[in-house]
């Protein structure tokens, strides 16, 4: 069994290496849609646009806090530095390359993580080799082909797994100010990474004020309180400025972002579960959410019903405490995206949960059959790895043969878009990120994304033209059904603020046509670029 485990974090190495290399060296066109998502488009042309001197933009004209910023304040100068031509293919390599090293980093601490887990729940040397084997092959196969390169999802995993490692070998409180600031900004990184990792803050902050207070910290009751009270404020000092940065210059503490994909404080179970379901997660991540919610919530009663243990310091039991923390994050997470989602769910929303399932599954094999249970549970995750990873290969050849014939390649269409519209047009229009991104043009996102408030107060105003207008667009883009529109009838676009529950129209003529152009992705739909029409009626 021990080759087993040797085999499978040979193979889960062999399959990171691989899909760096493929990053580096394949062409992007290839790349969009398969392991690139659309999101990514705005981060890499943030960056960029910082980078040549527009500020943090989307669009040129206006800064967005659509986004999270810790990506953003990587790219920026990374793309200076290895890209100093600024050109598209170059921007878009070095986020790639970036997003695949935080993938590459997070499973070296999943590892380390593993063995320590694996420690305390009293499996011996050969069945740990086994099992971390498995748990590496598991997220290698099921995580890291998952089309999120160019986005934040792997850090949020990278710095989520390091601060975890450290929990599990540490304790909760260990002493120390290297310590303090290490564990402060590994959870402050995370959110800045992701606005929405604030549960993860939240988890791991009550846990330690729990034991900070109680008989098992490990450290006199003040030191330990402390410690507490010095890692919120290093955390309050790394996150601080950018909240009331948000605050300051937009007026919402969030970014408009995590404004338009939750709805808390308002609570819609039934339109939530809706969103989950019916936007972008596969049948695969559908299932993953609701298994992962069961065995966190299982991992948390079952140590509830257990005695407490002494690991607030490190030493034995601290892994299954950092386990602890783990199991009540991935609950939490999912349970808001459950109650509180609306816009659109990826599987990047909940990505810390994959391997705290895998883990979780061999801690739970060897607590109910042994050393045969943990085999049994290693071995079908091994299984799951490889088929996961061949379903995703399986599923990506199709697209990449389609786009190396010319069919819906999204890179030449968005060349064409350029190429169509002149020096100093601006486009609008929907949640086109990576085609705006390579399109080179001024663009102003049509969902509000990678926008501001004030885009969202003109649609619930009902003066979207106006609005778009003053700021001189010239082109609208947007997705359709080839049969949708005629020349003999306006095309008249809905458009939604899902922040205000509000919705505007644009009106515009067909012969001002600029393109159409078949796209992969979207059932079938078209890319259309139509001539704005002029603000009529005041609006």
């Known amino acids: ?43 890499l042309a943030i960056a960029r646009n910082a980078a040549l001197g527009h500020g943090l933009s989307f669009d040129r004209l206006h800064p967005t806090n659509g986004f999270n910023p810790l990506l953003p304040l990587l790219l920026v100068p990374l793309d200076r530095l290895l890209a100093p031509g600024l050109g598209l293919v170059s921007c878009f390599r070095v986020a790639a390359l970036v997003t695949w090293a935080a993938l590459a980093a997070s499973l070296l601490s999943l590892r380390s ?31 890291a082909p998952k089309g999120y ?22 304790g909760l409180l260990s002493p120390g100010l290297g310590a303090i600031v290490a564990d402060g900004a590994l959870l402050g990184g995370c959110v800045l990474a992701r606005i929405d990792s604030i549960p993860l803050v939240a988890v791991a902050f009550a846990m330690m004020l729990a034991r900070a207070r109680g008989p098992t910290s490990g450290h006199p009751a003040g030191r330990a309180l402390a410690g507490f009270a010095a890692r919120a404020a290093c955390v309050g000092a790394i996150v601080g400025p950018y909240l009331v940065w948000n605050h300051a210059r937009f007026g919402d503490w969030l970014p408009i972002s995590a404004r338009l994909k939750s709805a808390f404080p308002h609570w819609d179970p039934s339109a939530s579960v809706h969103t989950v379901l019916h936007t972008s997660l596969n049948p695969a991540d559908v299932a993953a959410l609701f298994l992962a919610l069961l065995v966190s919530a299982g991992w948390t009663l079952a140590r509830l019903a257990r005695p407490r243990n002494a690991a607030g310091a490190g030493g034995p039991g601290s892994a299954l405490v950092a386990m602890d923390v783990w199991a009540v994050y991935v609950a939490a997470r999912i349970l808001w995206v ?22 979780a599954a061999i801690v739970a094999g060897s607590r109910a059959a042994g050393v045969r249970g943990a085999r049994v549970a290693a071995v079908l995750l091994v299984a799951a790895g490889v088929g996961l990873a061949a379903a995703k290969l399986a599923a990506t050849l199709p697209s990449v043969r389609a786009i190396a014939t010319g069919r819906g390649d999204e890179w030449a269409i968005a060349r064409r878009v350029h190429d ?54 010239d082109a609208v883009a947007f997705a359709a059904l080839p049969d949708q529109w005629s020349a003999d009838r306006p095309i008249v676009l809905t458009i939604a603020s899902v922040l205000h529950g509000a919705r505007d129209t644009l009106r515009l003529d067909p012969h ?10 979207g059932g079938g739909s078209e890319l259309w670029l139509v001539r704005a029409t002029p603000a009529r009626d005041g609006r």
């Not at 971390?132 to 092959?137: D, K, S, W």
């Open 1 to 43: 069994m021990r080759s087993l485990g040797r085999l499978s974090q040979a193979l889960a190495l062999a399959i990171v290496l691989a899909l760096g290399l493929v990053l580096a060296l394949a062409h992007p066109r290839y790349l969009l849609g398969t392991l690139v998502g659309d999101d990514a488009g705005y981060y």
């Open 113 to 143: 993580l593993a063995r320590s887990v694996l420690e305390d729940a009293g499996l011996e040397e050969r069945e740990r080799t086994v099992a971390v084997g498995a748990v590496l092959l598991f997220a290698a196969g099921f995580v």
């Open 149 to 170: 390169y160019g986005m934040d999802a792997f850090l949020v995993l990278a710095l989520g797994l390091a601060y975890l490692d450290r929990v599990a070998r540490h």
């Open 338 to 359: 459950l109650l509180w989602s609306r816009l659109d769910v990826q599987g990047s929303y909940f990505i810390l949960a994959h391997p705290f399932v895998a883990l």
């Open 420 to 473: 169509v519209t002149r020096e100093g047009d601006v486009l609008y229009g929907g949640a086109f990120g990576l085609i705006g991104y390579i399109a080179d043009r001024p663009w102003i996102n049509g969902d509000g994304v990678a926008n501001d408030r004030a885009y969202q107060d003109a649609i619930r105003d009902h003066r979207l033209a106006a609005h778009l207008a003053r700021d001189g667009v």
């Open 512 to 521: 001002g046509l600029l393109l159409r152009e078949p796209m992969r992705r």
